[in-house]
């Protein structure tokens, strides 16, 4: 399909709802808006065709509709199987009032997510913001920049491009085999899919990709591998490391949306309860807090002795899931990593104890491995909220089991996004500034980000300046009232008036 306005969204009725929602986000979104007043008649991103994969909410809507007004085409997607808010979907596809568009003849932004998607719709869709229509008497065309939460789009070129090249893809692995997930082989087949209908798709959209901005934590570890072993095939800019995004959206925009989603799921009392958070990095000190905020006992576990010593400083008991697991009422991963929480600590948990995760991807915790276990049985509570019941057992020390279940939300993908909305606007306002900020870096092609001859594509970070802006942006939707150096002050500590303020190795 070429035409234009090619989507695929749950309903565009839903439309109106969206757009009320999109009006309110605009409001708690200053950093965004200032971007508009600021650089809309310059239309920086004039010519810019990105690629967007980032939970398709209301408050990303504002973020589409800001790089829209800066001059760019966007096609987007979720990255998420349950992130998507259907509502806000409808109303970028519709689009802007001024835009005359109705869910009749939309004239907004094309957007291929909703909420529930399978994995096999989920590729479909990353693959749908990869197809561009091809204007009037032109060749076929991709997007030239890609706007990347947790690295999945980027991912794609990249395999799909090596298997071009080797000539082939992976062959057919077994079912479970290590990093063989389901996922993993809805991939590969999309992979397969694809190249059988054009042997050059991946290299022809990979040839026309100037840049990515990356929003999350998970997504530039995959980037960073990828420079490190030569294989980046264009400049990234992590946004994650920008100090206005993880400092804030990962921390007080998890200390919001933790609670959140376990209220919407569970309406379980964290009062008086214990609760358990895997990891103390930006994204756990804000779940541990928000727990706390509540009344809740909280443990962390950690395997970095700093932030280990950081928790143990602010109160939190240190221990590690397994001496602990029987006393716990939630647990909460924040890790980023693998096999966190696997199917032994699972049939160790208490009767109905609640086990979320709210890092990136699924794999901290095994859920495969505990519907492996012989006699488990999952019941649907209600969409992305499953009871787990386990069988009579004996427990390695040889102590009998009674039957008993536990709580898996959003079977195990993040649940701030999956049983609630996500982050608030006002933070996102500050994550998202970046990413507009960065998008702008990449289509004007900043100095920084030249590939040296020899060389091979880098992930870099915004400048300092870029990142304070941002924060400055959002100081008066605050009323606050930020201090001015003298020009004596400012000689004195080694800076100019105007900024950057701190050394690159400042930690926050
Ligand atoms: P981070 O790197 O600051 O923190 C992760 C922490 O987990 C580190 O301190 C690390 O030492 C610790 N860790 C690693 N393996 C562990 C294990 N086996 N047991 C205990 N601790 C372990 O990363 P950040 O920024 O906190 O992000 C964490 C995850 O959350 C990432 O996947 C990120 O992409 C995701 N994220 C999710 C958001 C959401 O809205 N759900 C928002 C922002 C980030």
Known sequence: RTDPFDHRVRDLALATAGRHQIRLAEHEMPGLMALRRELGDAQPLAGARIAGSLHMTVQTAVLIETLTALGAQVRWASCNIFSTQDEAAAAVVVGRPESGGSPEEPAGVPVFAWKGESLADYWWCTEQILRWPAPEGAGQQGPNLILDDGGDVTMLVHEGLAAENRGAVPGDPKPGERGYSEEKLVVLDTLRRIIAAEPTFFSRVAAGIGGVSEETTTGVHRLEQLAASGDLLFPAINVNDSVTKSKF???????????????????????????????????????????????????????????????AMDGYRVARLEDVVGEVDFVITTTGNVDVVRAEHILAMKDKAVLGNIGHFDNELDIAGLAATPGVEKVEIKPQVHEWLLPADTAPDGAARPERSVIVLSEGRLLNLGNATGHPSFVMSTSFANQVLAQVELHRGADYLEVADGETPRVHRLPKVLDEKVARDHLAALGAQLTELTKDQAEYIGVDVAGPYKSEHYRY
């Open 249 to 311: 959206d990962n921390r007080y925009g998890i200390r919001h949306s933790l609670p959140d989603g376990l209220n919407r799921a569970t309406d379980v009392l964290m009062g008086g309860k214990t609760a358990f958070v895997a990891g103390y990095g930006d994204v756990g000190k804000g779940a541990a807090e928000a727990l706390r905020g509540q009344g809740a006992r909280v443990i962390v576990s950690e395997i970095d002795p700093i932030c280990a010593l950081q928790a």
